[in-house]
C-alpha cells in the first residue's frame, strides 16, 4: 500500500490519500504536489467523483509532505522541521 500525506504545522494533517496497488495514481499525486510546489501554484485536484482537494500555496509551501510511509509521529516531524531550519 502506498499513501501521500501532506502535513501542516498549524492546521494539522491537510491530505492522507491511500493508493492499493495502485503505482500510476500514486506517482500522479506526487508529480501534482511537486508541480504546485515548483510553480508555486496552488495544489488542485479533482478525481471526478468524490475527491476535491484546493490547497493554497501559502499554506503547501509550510507543509511537510510525506509518501510512501504509513505513519508519522509528531516527533519525526519535528525532527524535519529543525533541520529545514538548520540549514
Not at 508541480?35 to 511537510?64: E, Q, R, W
Request: glycine residues 6%; hydrophobic residues 40%.
Amino acid at each position: 500500500m502506498k499513501n501521500v500525506t501532506i502535513i501542516h504545522p498549524e492546521f494539522g494533517q491537510l491530505l492522507n490519500e491511500q493508493f492499493e496497488d495502485e503505482q500510476d495514481q500514486h506517482k500522479i499525486y506526487l508529480n501534482a504536489i511537486h508541480s504546485a510546489l515548483s510553480l508555486k501554484n496552488p495544489l488542485t485536484m479533482f478525481n471526478g467523483v468524490d475527491n476535491l482537494v484546493h490547497i493554497p500555496y501559502i499554506i503547501l509551501k509550510d507543509c511537510v509532505i510525506v509518501g510512501n510511509t504509513s505513519k508519522m509521529s509528531l516527533g519525526q516531524y519535528a525532527m524535519v522541521k529543525m533541520k529545514e531550519g538548520v540549514k
